[in-house]
């Protein structure tokens, strides 16, 4: 059974950090681009970073502009998204995704909520 289960959202501050993790099982994950969506209410889901299978290169939106970083421990079978500085723009679900490289599956996370307010 395919699971992608998001954690490490919550309630900060604006200026704060969050580390986001997303586990993964059922697939192969070395084998899968991963990625952190987000989508916030009354908007559409937007890509937030992605990183590729080997965790070399790695793709951020532009509204990210040096606050975030991607990474994955393949031996973990996790992805995680550090962020910081966040904004109240910044509100959303995060949503993992994982993408095979040789494929058109992939996979959707249920999301875990991040909000961003003093």
């Known amino acids: 059974q395919v699971q992608l289960v998001e954690s490490g959202g919550g309630l900060v501050q604006p200026g704060g950090s969050l580390r986001l993790s997303c586990a993964a099982s059922?697939?192969?994950?070395?084998?899968?681009?991963m990625s952190w969506y987000r989508q916030a209410p009354g908007k559409e889901r937007e890509l937030v970073a992605a990183?590729?299978?080997?965790?070399?290169?790695?793709n951020y939106g532009g509204f990210v502009k040096g606050r975030f970083t991607i990474s994955r421990d393949n031996a973990k079978r996790t992805v995680y998204l550090q962020m910081n500085n966040l904004t109240a723009e910044d509100t959303a679900i995060y949503y993992c995704y994982a993408r095979a490289t040789s494929s058109d599956t992939a996979y959707w996370g249920r999301g875990t909520q991040v909000t961003v307010s003093s």
């Open positions: 059922g697939f192969s994950f070395s084998s899968h681009l």
């Open positions: 990183v590729t299978n080997g965790g070399v290169f790695t």
